[in-house]
Nanobody, 120 residues
Framework: QVQLQESGPGLVKPSQTLSLTCNVS??????????WSWIRQPPEKGLEWVGAIAHSGGTSYNPALRRRTSISRDTSKNQFTLQVSSMTPEDTAVYYCARGVGDVRNYDLWGQGAQVIVSS
């Protein structure tokens, strides 16, 4: 019954900011001690962890993306949002939200994924 669903634009122009929302049903974002992550997978490449927000609201980011990345949440709507600024074609990927922290191979819940293409 716990489900995650990504939503947002499928096409982003270079230099613009990506904003994706993960809607979570069946489980509260504030319940200890789970973490909620964003992961992406560029074409023909492996999974790359982007960042996470904890039950407390604290955040953590992939150092390679920290400068451009922000994760926030709206507990009243039980959703969390990813923002990635200064998008480039190299940011083209399928973006997933998921429940878990650490090794992504051990995450227990995943959304279906949202295809994001960066192109002018």
């Amino acid at each position: 019954q716990v489900q995650l669903q990504e939503s947002g634009p499928g096409l982003v122009k270079p230099s613009q900011t990506l904003s994706l929302t993960c809607n979570v049903s069946g489980y509260s974002l504030t319940t200890k001690y789970y973490y909620w992550s964003w992961i992406r997978q560029p074409p023909e490449k492996g999974l790359e962890w982007v960042g996470a927000i904890a039950h407390s609201g604290g955040t953590s980011y992939n150092p390679a993306l920290r400068r451009r990345t922000s994760i926030s949440r709206d507990t009243s709507k039980n959703q969390f949002t990813l923002q990635v600024s200064s998008m480039t074609p190299e940011d083209t990927a399928v973006y997933y939200c998921a429940r878990g922290v650490g090794d992504v191979r051990n995450y227990d819940l995943w959304g279906q994924g949202a295809q994001v293409i960066v192109s002018s």
